[in-house]
């Protein structure tokens, strides 16, 4: 007859297990804690998990309880032709040896007879879907006839194991590929970066060799742009999302470096930001901030002439989930011929109409009093 206070027991064992097993993410502590409820509620002298290893012909002590030092995570087991442990695993049903040294069945690991075993059950453990991942074994110092009611706790017991040890496998397996692919990611943005910047140095290094001002300014050119470009890249990847760049940071790094790279040209022009926090995804940053350099390169060339002036960028927030950006400095202004502005200022301004466009704005230009102001409004998403 079942013992009722056993029945009670073990319920509340596999209850506790249950909770214990949803709390931790560790496979370790979570095998260790089954072999300590185990071992407690059949009241044997030791417990174990066997896991198969790799090559499918032992299994290694993954997780126990009783057993001396350097037992568990060393101490291996040969699945061999006259193993109990690999005749449970092949039969798919628990394994019982009431008495070792009477059984002429199987052979047995030195190591259970040095610790002096007598008595075992083997009871296999399977992954979801069928696979065997080992063995929940208890063993006992003396002889013992362990009973149907025993060995129905252990197998419901390693039913449970199974899916437990399964999701902790893949999530293992997931945090293991995702720190892999951060690995390569960052290994790949810093090398991104570096032949950005080397690119760069090559182009200003070429711009300020030429010997002519046409092929000074196409390089330059070139440059601002790839400036543009490795800046939206630190950027986005310096932060937490590779979806969305913040605005304030990125613009006035762009600006600040392209005054700095064009030192000879701008003189002691001062800069002034009034950018409001915001994120942009990066095909809107990207040409936003081409616009912003064609606009500080054409001011640093045509506006000053070697005195002191000020560039503002100002960037708010306007109705309906839109951002208004206006580029300004104090130099001459625009001339009275549209024309011959966009001359003078070779290719700059047809291409700020046509990042405008891109993302949705339209430039508007005025000079009122000496000075040149740019403004485009466009939608942030």
Request: charged letters at 30%; glycine letters at 6%; one cysteine or more.
């Amino acid at each position: 007859m079942p013992n009722p206070e056993h029945m009670v027991e073990r319920q509340r064992v596999l209850a506790n297990f249950g909770e214990f097993a949803l709390r931790s993410s560790d496979l370790d502590e979570i095998l260790t804690e089954a072999c300590r409820l185990i071992h407690e509620a059949l009241k044997t002298d030791f417990s174990k998990i066997l896991e198969i290893e790799a090559d499918g012909e032992t299994l290694l002590v993954k997780a126990g309880v009783g057993w001396r030092s350097g037992i568990v995570g060393k101490e291996r087991i040969s699945m061999s032709d006259r193993s109990s442990e690999a005749y449970s695993i092949e039969v798919a049903e628990p394994v019982i040896s009431n008495d070792i040294s009477k059984e002429e069945r199987f052979e047995f690991a030195q190591f259970l007879k040095d610790h002096g075993v007598r008595a075992l059950v083997n009871v296999p453990i399977f992954l979801p879907g069928g696979k065997p991942y080992g063995l929940l074994q208890v063993d006992a110092k003396e002889p013992r006839a362990f009973d149907e009611e025993d060995t129905e706790f252990l197998r419901t017991y390693a039913m449970l194991l199974g899916p437990v040890i399964d999701r902790l496998h893949k999530s293992h397996s997931l945090r293991e590929a995702l720190d892999k692919n951060q690995r390569l990611l960052r290994e790949l943005q810093h090398r991104v970066k570096n032949h950005i910047s080397i690119m760069n140095s090559v182009v200003y290094l070429r711009s300020r060799q030429a010997t002519s001002e046409e092929a000074r300014e196409a390089l330059r050119f070139v440059a601002d742009r790839i400036e543009a470009l490795r800046l939206v890249h630190e950027q986005m990847y310096s932060g937490k999302s590779t979806e969305q760049l913040r605005l304030r940071p990125y613009i006035m790094q762009l600006v600040e470096n392209l005054c700095h790279l064009r030192g000879e040209e701008s003189g002691k022009v001062r800069l002034e930001f009034a950018i409001e926090e915001a994120e942009l995804p990066p095909d809107k940053a990207v040409p936003l901030g081409l616009i912003a350099s064609e606009f500080v390169t054409n001011s640093l060339k045509y506006a000053f002439e070697g005195r002191e002036g000020v560039i503002k960028v100002a960037i708010a927030h306007a109705e309906k989930d839109r951002l208004c950006v206006q580029l300004s400095d104090d130099g001459p202004g625009l001339p009275s011929r549209g024309q011959d502005r966009r001359d003078s200022a070779g290719s700059g301004l047809r291409m700020i109409e046509a990042f405008s466009r891109q993302i949705g704005g339209e430039p508007q230009w005025a000079s009122e009093g000496p000075g040149t102001c740019l403004t485009v409004e466009f939608d942030r998403h």
